[in-house]
């Protein structure tokens, strides 16, 4: 079973930066991707950052340029730095797990939350 936990969450000011950090514990051998998902009071839950197997990265266009995601394969985490946040980016934040064998298994973690505020 994978279980995923997030932490770095908290209240930074507009401008400020926060790293996410999700750590992954079971047997990920079949990783198809890891993401982090964000969603803010009243809206859809909307894909952040994805980075895939063999390393490509994708952002929306929302946090492209200011958000990076990176994996440390050893330590089975993966990372989200947001640098030059605002208040817009305020929302509980999700890590997410894609493992494909014989069908797609989506695992995901409690959320952090996350506020840009001054």
């Known amino acids: 079973q994978v279980q995923l936990v997030e932490s770095g969450g908290g209240l930074v000011q507009p401008g400020g930066s926060l790293r996410l950090s999700c750590l992954v514990s079971?047997?990920?051998?079949?990783?198809?991707?890891m993401n982090w998902y964000r969603q803010a009071p009243g809206n859809q839950r909307e894909l952040v950052a994805t980075i895939a197997r063999y390393g490509s990265t994708n952002y929306a266009d929302s946090v492209k340029g200011r958000f990076t995601i990176s994996r440390d394969k050893a330590k089975k985490t993966v990372d989200l730095q947001m640098n030059s946040l605002k208040p817009e980016d305020t929302a509980v934040y999700y890590c997410?797990?894609?493992?494909?064998?014989?069908?797609?298994?989506?695992?995901w973690g409690q959320g952090t939350q996350v506020t840009v505020s001054s």
């Open positions: 997410n797990v894609i493992i494909v064998v014989d069908r797609t298994y989506d695992y």
């Open positions: 079971g047997d990920i051998s079949d990783l198809y991707a």
